[in-house]
């Protein structure tokens, strides 16, 4: 490893990552001064960064699966981790998967900028593609206790893996993809795409090691699937679970145009306020293939279409932090210092309501 790329780099990320800690943390003083005028304290807000899935992932960390069978939609990539370093961090599975969120969280920083330098040689890009993606309005969950940070690492890891044809590298994010989240089997399509574009120009050896690249996410999350089988008798129930949550599957298109009737009806404070990130998101999506190879294209288009293919949007902004092609498309977009720079105010302004609506119980993330 190059330590003196690496302490570089780290520079460049660092700040960025502590300011959107800064911003979480001022979140949780609003969200308690908010807190102590109501009757009651929100539970959200007495677990701290262990909250919303973040509880989830702790129990699964104790227990195992076996305490609620809704769990299996949890995948385990993320709390078997924090079970295995837990004893580093005096037996707590609480604060390992904190610690661990942070720590990923850092690492995606640094990937992200090493390959937005490697597709477009642009340091000032790279940077402010760093600085959205911290200052993104659901990026709080890349500092709970959540499996996000992880698998985005995998994910930004694996494009620079197949865009460099690294693909034992490929092969190895793409099985902790598929380990750590159900979105982990997307990976293929865009590992299928870099794979086709070399395919005329590679050697057999490299042909062989990039099937086995597309096959990874799914080999990942196959051993879950058949260990779920072996434990439950059911290896859907990972994705059964999940539906039982977000309802239906609507077509995502119809899903936002009904959806703007929800902004001006009943449902205006609830999933009234995701129409407008869904919106922008879509503009994103469209645009990513303008400014960045198709891979980038699709697997950000994909995300998105899971995500506002269900009937619940609740989490609509998570799935968009995972599409983070959508964030690159936004740094190429913000080439004036002057847009970027009210940009990033907006960002943190969100990022800052978005936590605190969060540890008041009023948002889902």
Same mark, same amino acid.
């Given at each position: 490893?190059?330590w003196?790329?690496?302490r570089?780099?780290?520079?460049v990320?660092?700040?960025?990552?502590?300011?959107?800690?800064?911003?979480v943390?001022?979140?949780?003083?609003t969200?308690?001064?908010?807190?102590d005028?109501?009757t009651?304290?929100?539970?959200?807000l007495?677990?701290?960064l262990?909250?919303?899935?973040?509880?989830w992932?702790r129990?699964?960390?104790?227990?195992g699966y076996?305490f609620?069978?809704?769990?299996l939609?949890?995948?385990?990539?993320?709390?078997l981790l924090g +079970?295995?370093?837990a004893?580093?961090?005096?037996?707590?599975?609480?604060l390992a998967l /904190? !610690?661990?969120?942070?720590?990923?969280?850092?690492a995606?920083?640094?990937?992200?900028?090493?390959l937005? +330098?490697?597709?477009?040689g642009?340091? $000032?890009l $790279?940077?402010?593609?760093?600085w959205?993606?911290?200052f993104?309005?659901?990026a709080?969950?890349l !500092?709970?206790g959540y499996a *996000?940070?992880?698998?985005l690492?995998?994910?930004?890891v694996?494009?620079?893996?197949?865009r460099?044809?690294r693909?034992?590298?490929? &092969?190895?994010?793409?099985?902790?993809?598929?380990?750590t989240?159900?979105l982990?089997?997307?990976?293929a399509?865009?590992?299928? &795409?870099e794979?086709? +574009?070399?395919?005329?120009?590679?050697?057999?050896? *490299? +042909?062989?090691q990039?099937?086995?690249?597309v096959?990874s996410?799914?080999i990942?999350?196959g /051993?879950?699937m058949?260990?779920?089988?072996?434990?439950?008798?059911d290896?859907?129930l990972p994705f059964?679970?999940?539906?039982?949550?977000r309802?239906?599957?609507?077509?995502?298109?119809?899903r936002v145009i009904d959806?703007?009737?929800?902004v001006?009806?009943?449902?205006?404070?609830?999933d009234?306020?995701?129409i407008?990130?869904?919106?922008i998101?879509i503009v994103?999506?469209v645009?990513?293939f303008?400014?960045w190879?198709?891979?980038?294209?699709a697997?950000?288009?994909v995300?998105l279409?899971?995500?506002?293919?269900?009937e619940n949007l609740?989490s !609509?902004?998570r799935?968009?932090l995972n599409?983070f092609?959508?964030?690159l498309?936004?740094?190429?977009?913000?080439?004036?210092?002057k847009?970027?720079?009210?940009?990033?105010? /907006?960002?943190?302004a969100?990022?800052l309501a978005?936590?605190?609506?969060?540890?008041?119980?009023a948002y889902?993330?």
């Amino acid at each position: 490893m190059n330590w003196k790329r690496l302490r570089s780099d780290l520079q460049v990320v660092l700040w960025p990552w502590v300011m959107a800690r800064v911003i979480v943390g001022m979140a949780f003083v609003t969200a308690t001064a908010i807190a102590d005028q109501m009757t009651a304290k929100p539970q959200q807000l007495t677990e701290g960064l262990i909250t919303w899935d973040g509880t989830w992932y702790r129990d699964i960390a104790q227990f195992g699966y076996g305490f609620d069978e809704s769990a299996l939609r949890f995948f385990p990539g993320f709390p078997l981790l924090g +079970r295995f370093v837990a004893p580093l961090f005096a037996g707590s599975d609480s604060l390992a998967l /904190i !610690v661990l969120a942070n720590i990923f969280s850092l690492a995606a920083a640094v990937a992200l900028y090493r390959l937005v +330098r490697f597709e477009k040689g642009n340091d $000032a890009l $790279a940077q402010r593609a760093v600085w959205l993606l911290c200052f993104f309005p659901a990026a709080f969950v890349l !500092v709970f206790g959540y499996a *996000e940070s992880l698998w985005l690492f995998g994910a930004i890891v694996c494009f620079g893996a197949i865009r460099s044809r690294r693909w034992l590298w490929a &092969i190895i994010a793409g099985i902790v993809l598929g380990l750590t989240r159900p979105l982990g089997i997307v990976m293929a399509l865009p590992i299928l &795409i870099e794979l086709v +574009r070399v395919w005329p120009r590679s050697e057999w050896k *490299e +042909r062989i090691q990039g099937a086995v690249a597309v096959l990874s996410p799914g080999i990942g999350t196959g /051993i879950y699937m058949l260990w779920v089988n072996n434990a439950y008798g059911d290896m859907w129930l990972p994705f059964s679970t999940q539906s039982d949550l977000r309802g239906d599957f609507v077509f995502p298109l119809w899903r936002v145009i009904d959806g703007f009737t929800d902004v001006f009806g009943a449902q205006k404070f609830g999933d009234g306020l995701h129409i407008p990130f869904a919106v922008i998101f879509i503009v994103l999506a469209v645009l990513t293939f303008k400014y960045w190879p198709v891979s980038y294209g699709a697997f950000g288009a994909v995300v998105l279409f899971i995500a506002l293919g269900a009937e619940n949007l609740n989490s !609509v902004e998570r799935y968009g932090l995972n599409a983070f092609p959508l964030v690159l498309t936004a740094a190429v977009l913000l080439r004036a210092k002057k847009a970027e720079q009210l940009t990033l105010l /907006i960002l943190s302004a969100g990022l800052l309501a978005m936590t605190t609506l969060a540890w008041t119980g009023a948002y889902v993330p």
